[in-house]
């Protein structure tokens, strides 16, 4: 009984803390402020988190970030800078690096791929 007890506070632990790394994507990552909010020490959080997800928090907020460029990307003429800044990286090049590490291709590819054959 007392391991499905952490099991349970483990996953709402997880689901806490994905809630607020979604409310707060725009801003830098920060474990410090996101195990504050959540009352829990830091390194159980990324241990728990892990444990729970198979990825880290960092991992988890820079794919929710690029799920957010992957809608800018397909729904606006936005340049690859302006929605890199818009989903919260500071530079276009690192915003570049971790979309391609995420989607396995580069923010341009990704628009020209969601494009159909008669959108010229």
């Not at 409310?23 to 892990?50: C, D, M, P, V, W």
């Not at 929605?83 to 341009?108: D, E, L, Q, Y």
């Amino acid at each position: 009984m007392g391991w499905r007890k952490q099991q349970d506070s483990g996953d709402a632990l997880v689901k806490a803390a994905k809630a607020y790394i979604e409310a707060h994507s725009l801003e830098k990552f920060s474990l410090k402020k996101i195990s504050e909010t959540l009352y829990i020490n830091g390194s159980y959080l990324l241990r728990q988190f892990k444990a729970h997800t198979g990825q880290t928090l960092l991992e988890y907020h820079n794919a929710v970030r690029c799920e957010k460029a992957r809608e800018l990307l397909r729904n606006t003429e936005m340049s690859v800078s302006e929605i890199g800044a818009a989903v919260g990286f500071v530079s276009s090049a690192h915003f570049s690096h971790v979309f391609r590490k995420i989607t396995h291709c580069t923010p341009t590819a990704y628009r020209e791929s969601c494009k159909g054959p008669d959108a010229h």
